[in-house]
């Protein structure tokens, strides 16, 4: 006898086996990575989803904690075909429900489909398809979490130390660890600051580059991240990566729109439109950008011609709509951090303030 039930919102329930007990809601999303289960599972932008893997072995390398994006798990609930007991035991410990043995193939298909959609789960010896209906009714959609940014920036400002070469302001509507990690890398002082930060705030740091994060969400909500970029346009070179991407244009009198399943895993392939070059790339977003505004389009995805890239000469900015420090995934696109980097060496510029 099933003790789990996921409720979809095309009014199907789902049978499947408890491996983490809870009841919850989210918007049902997929990834197709076969690795990286762990930096997935800790990344900041699967805020509010119930996050579906469609490889159907997850955990066949167990849980190392260094190998996390941020300092929790993030999606609401889990779902895989088959989860090892590693992974099992540590969503436990985290208190995020999690669920297999069911089809995980006709779940993935139906959000292709018909779209991410809302759902319902409910795990453990008490679980019954009613009570999953129950969760399913209360689900709201990713437009409706006004303050999501709340929810995975970090409070307090702090520093991630590079050797000082340059200073990056990194607004953190959702960051991936790894992302302040591969400027460090390169030398830079980042200094991380929560995703609401005034400019007052900002031009104190005096940064060579404000540099905007990845994160979850409808970047429609994320209006003080908007301003201020807008209020820094012109005076330092602007960078972006995802959700950062889609904010920027914003800024620069761009459209956003929520897609249909959206791209998630690392294998989307991305196709540079000066060098014709595609690379491999990973990604994790619901949202794109739908009019570059000011910016113009300088990489799309091979699969549906998204923008991947936007630029500006004339501003100094530089935005990717995937993830360049790749963790998990390939390497192919590392390179974006020196462009930034490079926008940030530039001598001529002048001291930042906030007017």
Same mark, same amino acid.
């Given at each position: ?10 009014? *199907? ?5 408890? *491996?983490?007990?809870?009841?919850? *809601? ?9 690795? $990286?289960?762990? @930096? ?18 997850? $955990? ?77 009714? @209360? ?95 012109? @005076? ?49 977003? $619901? ?61 001529? *510029? ?6």
């Amino acid at each position: 006898m099933a003790d789990a039930y996921v409720a979809l919102a095309d009014g *199907r329930v789902f049978e499947a086996r408890a *491996r983490a007990p809870g009841r919850t *809601r989210g918007e049902l999303v997929f990834t197709t990575a076969y690795t $990286g289960y762990e @930096e997935s599972l800790t990344d900041p932008s699967y805020e509010e989803q119930v996050l579906t893997f469609s490889y159907p072995l997850i $955990g066949n390398y167990g849980v190392r904690d260094e190998r996390f994006e941020s300092d929790r798990v993030h999606p609401n609930a889990a779902i895989a075909r088959e989860f090892t007991d590693d992974v099992a035991e540590w969503l436990t410990e985290e208190g995020i429900p999690a669920v297999d043995h069911l089809d995980t193939r006709d779940l993935v298909t139906t959000v292709r489909e018909e779209g991410a959609m809302a759902c319902g789960i409910v795990a453990g010896p008490e679980a019954t398809p009613e009570a999953a209906r129950e969760e399913l009714s @209360e689900c709201k959609g990713m437009s409706e979490h006004l303050d999501i940014g709340k929810q995975v920036s970090t409070d307090e400002p702090y520093t991630v130390e590079g050797g000082g070469e340059y200073d990056v302001a990194l607004v953190d509507c959702g960051m991936k660890g790894s992302i302040a990690s591969s400027l460090a890398e390169r030398g830079a002082d980042v200094h991380v600051l929560p995703y609401d930060v005034d400019a007052e705030t900002v031009a104190e740091y005096d940064p060579d580059v404000l540099f905007v994060s990845n994160g979850p969400g409808d970047p429609a909500n994320f209006e003080s991240t908007t301003e201020l970029v807008e209020t820094f346009t012109g @005076e330092i070179p602007l960078a972006g990566i995802c959700l950062g991407q889609q904010i920027v244009a914003r800024a620069f009198g761009g459209e956003t729109e929520k897609m249909a399943f959206g791209h998630r895993g690392v294998n989307q392939p991305v196709r540079d439109l000066d060098t014709d070059q595609v690379v491999m790339t990973t990604q994790n977003h $619901g949202y794109s950008v739908a009019d570059p505004g000011d910016l113009e389009v300088t990489q799309v995805n091979v699969n549906d011609d998204t923008a991947e890239g936007l630029e500006s000469d004339e501003y100094d900015v530089v935005t990717r709509q995937y993830h360049p420090e790749a963790n998990p995934g390939p390497h192919d696109s590392l390179g974006f951090f020196d462009e930034v980097l490079a926008l940030a060496g530039d001598d001529s *510029r002048t001291a930042v303030t906030a007017d």
